[in-house]
């Protein structure tokens, strides 16, 4: 996305102009990912690599795979999600639209939101649409795998927002895509436990589950997008 | 055994126990030591005067 | 109308020095009495445990090293939101100093578990509740020293590593939480040490040395923050001072 983004109509604080500028962040990510899709594809390749990957390292019996299922593939969306997470903000970061976007009359959580939900839709949601192909080496019945793409779907704010916010903290620092493992994955563990242990389990324990990530979802939207554009306006002002 | 044998070897345990209380207490020294080391460290460049005129950031 | 109690006395560098060294002293001789009191107590005195023999007393540092390990990242993000609220780089300076002693108590809490679940339960590590929170809250503590120390400009690696930790801090629960819940979901295969309670004499002698514990963070708080402080500010006036006064000494 380059500096040269306009902003539609002059910058005012009025609702009309905010949401335009909330369409253009999300018109101006959706153009720059597009750009760059062979990354994101490289993203969803790496998930199905991993995937594919457990059966040959613990053997092909079937009761153990139905068991690991949901968890192989639940670590295998979060790692996936966390490669692709340094380049969400890097090129804007670089070439100033970030600073526009935080020199902005705009509330900036809003803005971030908005980008953050945009990245997180495309590195996750492909995801969860192959599920369906996954569930056959796996063994997962039609009702296991739409508890784990209902899990699925309902972790991506969480985990977008939360990576995003360390995404944005080790903007521009030295080894920060290592830095970014160590910072995310411990946060994820609520994720883990919810989503892949709900799996399996009666319907009520799976209502509880689900019940419960959304609820974190719902907190995560209201309470995580301050903290995204603190940590961008760290990264801008120094 | 008298009692102040089992207790010494912990009922046959000791070496966890003692083990557990003497790993904590090196770690609790090694952080003083470090400190230390740092403190040692700040005095060091602080003797050379000509170049030290404040105007370092830290 | 009394005296108005001024909030930021010691927020300046030079009197928080100057409290962290009288304190200092006070705070390391009561953690010695109160832990060699604690220690006959636990050690020697408290009776042997009907299920575990002698092997339990591992409790008496295993519990405190555990309950300090989590009050210090409170703690810590305690004094990051009081920095990034107020603005005071001295609290940003004082989360700094909690963090290392945070993952020392961390650290051993899991050493000292491993150590008691090897003759108890029959393996090194056990995936219980505690121990497992235990490990993710070390690698919380490590991010936060990490991302400190990879940013170069000290004050943007104060505020990054102060809005990671009270994001951190906000999640401690939740994912103390889910560990518990995954606890009692995935059971039969671990029988960990949950939690059992304790008779009278013992308990008295794991709050003594909770207590030792604490006098101990704070004395090793406040001297690594003594030496944060006369690394940050070395080129003021009171700290060349107090360094040449060093140098005399030493």
């Keep these: 996305m380059t500096a040269s983004v306009v902003w539609a109509g002059a910058p005012t604080r009025d609702a009309r102009s905010a949401w335009r500028a909330l369409a253009v962040v999300w018109r101006a990510t959706m153009l720059s990912q597009w750009r760059q899709r062979a990354d994101l594809a490289a993203a969803w390749c790496f998930f199905l690599v991993v995937v594919a990957l457990f059966p040959l390292a613990v053997g092909p019996e079937p009761q153990l795979l139905q068991r690991m299922g949901p968890g192989v593939i639940w670590v295998a969306a979060v790692l996936a999600t966390l490669g692709s997470l340094p380049r969400w903000f890097q090129d804007d970061w670089q070439d100033g639209t970030l600073e526009q976007m935080v020199l902005s009359p705009y509330p900036l959580p809003l803005l971030m939101l908005v980008k953050v939900a945009t990245h997180g839709a495309l590195a996750l949601l492909p995801l969860v649409a192959l599920c369906p192909v996954l569930a056959l080496p796996y063994g997962l019945g039609a009702e296991a795998l739409g508890v784990l793409m209902a899990g699925l779907v309902l972790g991506l704010p969480v985990l977008s927002l939360l990576g995003a916010v360390a995404a944005a903290l080790v903007l521009g620092v030295r080894s920060g895509a290592v830095l970014l493992a160590l910072l995310v994955l411990p946060l994820t563990v609520p994720l883990l436990v919810l989503g892949a242990g709900a799996v399996g389990q009666p319907v009520e324990v799976v209502t509880a589950h689900l019940s419960l990530m959304a609820a974190m979802a719902l907190l995560a939207v209201v309470g995580l997008p301050w903290a995204v554009a603190s940590a961008v306006r760290l990264a801008v002002e120094g | ?58 | 109308m009394g005296t108005r109690v001024n909030w930021f006395y010691f927020a300046a560098p030079s009197r928080c020095y100057r409290l962290a060294q009288r304190l200092q002293p006070w705070l390391l001789a009561a953690a010695l009495v109160l832990a060699a009191w604690g220690l006959y107590w636990g050690l020697w005195l408290a009776p042997t445990d009907a299920q575990q023999g002698e092997v339990y007393r591992i409790v008496f540092v295993h519990v405190p090293a555990a309950w300090m390990s989590m009050v210090i990242y409170l703690a810590m993000a305690g004094w990051a939101a009081v920095g990034l609220v107020w603005r005071s780089r001295l609290s940003h300076m004082m989360a700094q100093a909690l963090a290392p002693t945070g993952a020392l108590m961390t650290f051993v809490a899991l050493w000292t578990g491993a150590l008691w679940g090897q003759p108890t339960w029959g393996t090194w590590w056990v995936w219980d509740a505690r121990l497992t929170s235990e490990l993710l809250l070390l690698f919380l503590y490590l991010g936060y020293m990490a991302l400190h120390a990879s940013i170069e400009d000290v004050d943007r690696a104060d505020r990054a590593a102060s809005l990671l930790a009270i994001v951190g801090a906000i999640n401690v629960p939740v994912i103390y939480f889910s560990v518990v819940w995954w606890n009692t979901l995935h059971q039969g295969a671990s029988i960990g040490p949950s939690g059992s309670s304790m008779a009278e004499p013992m308990l008295r002698a794991l709050l003594v040395m909770v207590a030792a514990a604490w006098c101990y963070t704070l004395a090793a708080v406040l001297a690594r923050l003594r030496v944060i402080l006369l690394k940050r500010e070395r080129h003021t006036a009171w700290a060349t001072r107090v360094l040449q006064a060093q140098e005399t000494n030493a």
């Design chain 2, 1 to 58: 055994m008298t009692t102040f044998e089992v207790w010494l070897t912990m009922g046959g345990k000791g070496w966890y126990v003692w083990g557990a209380l003497g790993m904590t207490l090196l770690a609790l020294l090694a952080e003083w030591w470090v400190l230390r080391l740092q403190r040692r460290a700040l005095l060091r460049p602080s003797q050379d005067d000509t170049w030290d005129m404040g105007l370092e950031s830290s």
